[in-house]
């Protein structure tokens, strides 16, 4: 995840945190998909989710058992997800032990199934944050997530956690076919004052896969990221209390190093070094996904890739296992890199960005993210070499495991 705010409030001395050196947190954020199913079945849901039951989801005891285990583990971040996690009975009493154990909590939901009926629950659990995804303003949204009138629910949802104190924020996923929204939706959340909103670019997993010709052009997604920054910059200068983050493309840390040496040359070496602090893409490092059969991943992109199951094992035992050569490659900083990414100046910035797409597109994870939107000027490539691939250790290929297939 890339915190445009943080960087931004940094263009002010004033506001301006000292460079340090890169440092993990204790425990990597778990993103958690505790139920598939979901009343929705959107056009690019990486978990592949329908309205129905999945057989097998871990049992109440057993997430008791895994959230012990991960608060030994000093996993900071649990993030509840689906599915639709407001389908599953007993999300109340798994939110409100996660929070009695001391994890920030957030629930991740489309909001349609917020309403009266259930407010005051949500409220009494005291999520630390409820994130509610938008695609678009009206009909937009209502196409991708295949149900007519789902923004209308989804924006009462997010008005009545706002009035329940809780902060809330939008989720926005960017293609070719709603990028037009991207103007109207930041409008619509400054007007509703809704504190957080979490840009992602289109990774090539689940249903996203099978849509990523629809991806945005890289045309399009700088004028998004341009988009955004002056909007976050706008807002930092009035005084609004915002959170604007972009996740799926580490390629917006060195895009934003670019704008600030246009606009505040002055602070690109300070930015510069923040960046550098920030290190780009953590999959497999900060971030780790269980879904809802308990097979761990490496986030919540890589459900054709299984690390193990928490029934098996415990996910401490899992997420420090370095035998699997995925988590190895995952782990070194920068990445062992091909293509453009392998002769980026800018690769310990980013780190390689997105593996998912490059498994997808080219089947080697280790390849060049497709979806870079720099060009090769501005990465330090030089363009009769872009094609050549440049490793400083020998590549280890990785064996490509059967859709959540798990090793005992």
């Avoid at 955004?228 to 706008?234: A, E, G, K, P, V």
């Avoid at 602070?267 to 900060?286: D, K």
């Avoid at 699997?324 to 390689?352: D, I, S, Y």
């Amino acid at each position: 995840m890339f915190r445009i705010s943080q960087f931004i409030r940094e263009l002010d001395p004033a506001c301006a945190v000292a460079p340090g050196p890169r440092r993990n947190p204790p425990g990597p954020v778990v993103i958690w998909n505790l139920i598939r199913r979901c009343n929705l079945t959107c056009k690019h849901c990486y978990s592949i989710s329908a309205d129905t039951d999945f057989a097998g989801e871990l049992s109440t005891a057993e997430v008791y058992r895994v959230m012990d285990d991960l608060k030994d583990f000093r996993v900071p971040v649990l993030i509840l997800s689906g599915g639709e996690p407001l389908l599953r009975p007993d999300i109340f009493d798994i939110g409100r032990r996660a929070k009695e154990m001391g994890f920030y909590v957030g629930l991740s939901t489309n909001g349609t199934l917020i309403g009266a009926h259930n407010i005051g629950a949500i409220a009494d659990v005291g999520f630390d944050y409820v994130g509610v995804s938008l695609d678009g303003i009206g009909a937009t949204h209502d196409r991708f997530r295949r149900l007519q009138g789902a923004f209308d629910a989804s924006l009462a949802g997010i008005r009545l956690c706002r009035e329940r104190g809780l902060k809330v924020g939008v989720r926005y996923t960017m293609t070719e076919d709603n990028a037009h929204d991207l103007p109207a939706l930041l409008r619509l959340v400054e007007d509703e004052g809704i504190h957080k909103f979490y840009f992602s670019h289109l990774n090539y997993a689940g249903r996203g896969n099978k849509y990523r010709a629809d991806d945005a052009r890289h045309h399009t997604t700088r004028q998004a990221m341009d988009l955004l920054f002056d909007t976050c910059l706008r807002l930092e200068r009035a005084g609004v209390k915002h959170e604007f983050v972009t996740g799926n493309n580490d390629a917006d840390g060195i895009y934003l190093l670019h704008w600030v040496r246009q606009r505040f040359p002055e602070r690109a070496a300070h930015i510069e070094a923040r960046l550098r602090q920030w290190g780009g893409n953590a999959s497999g490092v900060n971030v780790a996904n269980i879904d809802n059969l308990g097979v761990v991943h490496p986030d919540t992109m890589w459900w054709h890739e299984a690390l193990g199951s928490v029934r098996q094992r415990p996910f401490s035992a899992i997420w420090s296992d370095l035998s699997n050569p995925l988590m190895a490659g995952l782990r070194q900083h920068p990445r062992r890199v091909g293509g453009r990414c392998g002769q980026c100046a800018w690769l310990e910035v980013c780190n390689g960005s997105s593996r998912v797409r490059a498994g997808q597109i080219t089947g080697d994870v280790w390849a060049e993210d497709p979806a870079c939107y720099l060009s090769n000027d501005e990465i330090g490539v030089a363009d009769d070499d872009a094609g050549e691939r440049v490793l400083t250790t020998p590549f280890i290929p990785i064996r490509r495991s059967a859709a959540r297939t798990v090793t005992p």
